[in-house]
């Protein structure tokens, strides 16, 4: 399916973003080896996260959807999982491949896992490698670092401390989802913070977790039922305050956006680029939202780099429209990470964003722009990235003439709802889906 994207000189109203998807992961695998029964509202009905629901039904895990988003979650407890009868595919998702890596090494059973071709080739050896330090048996492709990947958990993983290479949320929360059942405290230490939705979501299920800077130790136990309130996801958001930015007239606000610190760094970041993000209504509960309004701006160069990189990493791709249009020299580095993300996106957005008129100079771990460039529609490509798909749609809706964006199904793993707020937002059909 392609998407047909017409510029738009105006976007206006208030719109409502679906729930984030890491914190919706999590729910559901808290959820599930906790003791009793959890209510979930506002979990993301997108594909990879219906992949973590396929994953613990498999494992005997009993979930009901009462209505939309709002689920109910009665948990096996730590020692109730089953093993499943057949390979568990985590289609495009990362998160759910990693998150229950960490939850099987703790399981004295054999699980096999899978994904797409974009999921298998992704890097899971950051993962098999501290999970086999605490016990756990794996065996999978590229010497037990690509999927598919059989696991067999230990039945009490061994306590660890282990200082990971990258800063990776997935990584650290693997690893703290093995501590549950460990032999002594399991201890991550990061070279910066990443996103903290398992650390907060562990404490409101009753986890003893401890953070300190960029260390974060977990005492074994047992977790319990909770009700988990999902807040919108501000990776989704980022999309429309972008576009909300970059056209000549309007103003785009998004409600009920989660703003934890160290997951909106894109306000930080645009905030940099001259691009006042208004934050209002604030809730501050474990995971505080906010109603967000962005506000056409001409925008100036920024640089995005260190312990910002990980607070935005999902978001670099949207930004990297914004600096595009941004006057000045846009420098994004030590996020090498993006290689090895859904697609590489530093190459993609190089080469896509090339073909609309822009200038990307590629570096080994990140991108240089030059703005400001007018950016003509095209036809691009989004290799089946969700994040690249939204991304070049925004970049087409500011462009002159009109844009098809290729092969844009997988928008369905993170925001099946993009067209429809977008189109709210244009007040017309700026976005048309084509088979
Ligand atoms: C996620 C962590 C990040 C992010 C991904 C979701 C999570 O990945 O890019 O979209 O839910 O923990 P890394 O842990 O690989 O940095």
């Known amino acids: 399916m392609n998407l047909r994207v017409r510029p738009v000189s105006r976007l206006s109203g208030r719109v409502r973003v679906p729930g984030d998807k890491s914190i919706s992961h999590r729910a559901v695998l808290l959820g599930a080896i906790a003791l009793g029964t959890t209510e979930i509202r506002g979990l993301l009905e997108a ?33 109730g999982l089953e093993e499943p009868a057949d390979v568990i595919d985590c289609g495009n998702s990362g998160t759910t491949a990693r998150l229950l890596l960490g939850v099987l090494a703790g399981q004295p059973f054999t699980t096999i896992l899978t994904g797409d071709d974009s999921l298998r080739r992704r890097p899971m ?3 098999a490698e501290p999970l086999a330090r605490m016990g756990a048996t794996l065996l999978g492709r590229g010497n037990g670092t690509r999927l598919p990947l059989a696991i067999r958990g230990a039945a009490r993983p061994r306590s660890l401390t282990y200082e990971t290479p990258v800063a ?14 460990a032999d002594g405290p399991v201890t991550v230490v990061e070279p910066a913070t990443s996103r903290d939705h398992s650390e907060r979501m562990l404490r409101r299920f009753g986890g003893d977790v401890r953070a300190a800077g960029s260390a974060v130790t977990l005492v074994p136990g047992e977790l319990e039922a909770a009700s988990v309130d999902v807040p919108g996801d501000i990776s989704s958001a980022a999309f429309l305050l972008v576009a909300g930015t970059l056209v000549r007239e309007g103003g785009v606000t998004v409600e009920g956006v989660g703003v934890n610190p160290t997951r909106s760094g894109v306000l930080a970041a645009l905030g940099a680029m001259h691009a006042g993000i208004a934050v209002a209504d604030l809730v501050e509960t474990d995971e505080p939202s906010a109603s967000l309004t962005a506000t ?3 925008l100036g160069a920024a640089t995005v780099a260190g312990a910002l990189v990980p607070r935005l990493i999902d978001e670099i791709p949207v ?29 993609a957005l190089a080469r896509e964003l090339g073909k609309m008129g822009a200038r990307v100079e590629e570096r080994p771990d990140g991108f240089v722009i030059e703005g400001p460039a007018r950016l003509r529609g095209a036809r691009v490509a989004s290799g089946g990235d969700h994040r690249l798909a939204m991304a070049l749609a925004v970049a087409g809706l500011v462009a002159d003439g009109e844009t098809v964006v290729e092969d844009v199904a997988c928008i369905r793993t993170s925001f099946p709802s993009f067209v429809a707020c977008v189109n709210a937002l244009a007040d017309g059909d700026a976005l048309a889906e084509e088979p």
């Open 125 to 127: 050896g950051r993962v």
């Open 47 to 79: 594909e990879d996260c219906l992949r973590t629901v396929t994953a613990v039904q498999a494992m005997g895990v009993d979930v009901t959807r009462k209505a939309s988003g709002e689920y109910r979650v009665i948990g096996a407890g730590r020692h």
């Open 168 to 181: 990776s949320a997935q990584v650290k929360s693997a690893i703290l989802l093995a501590g549950l059942g």
């Open 296 to 298: 056409p701006a001409t």
């Open 319 to 347: 930004l990297a429209v914004a600096a595009v249009l941004a006057h000045g020299r846009t420098e994004v580095r030590d996020a090498a990470e993006l290689r090895v993300k859904e697609s590489d996106r530093i190459a």
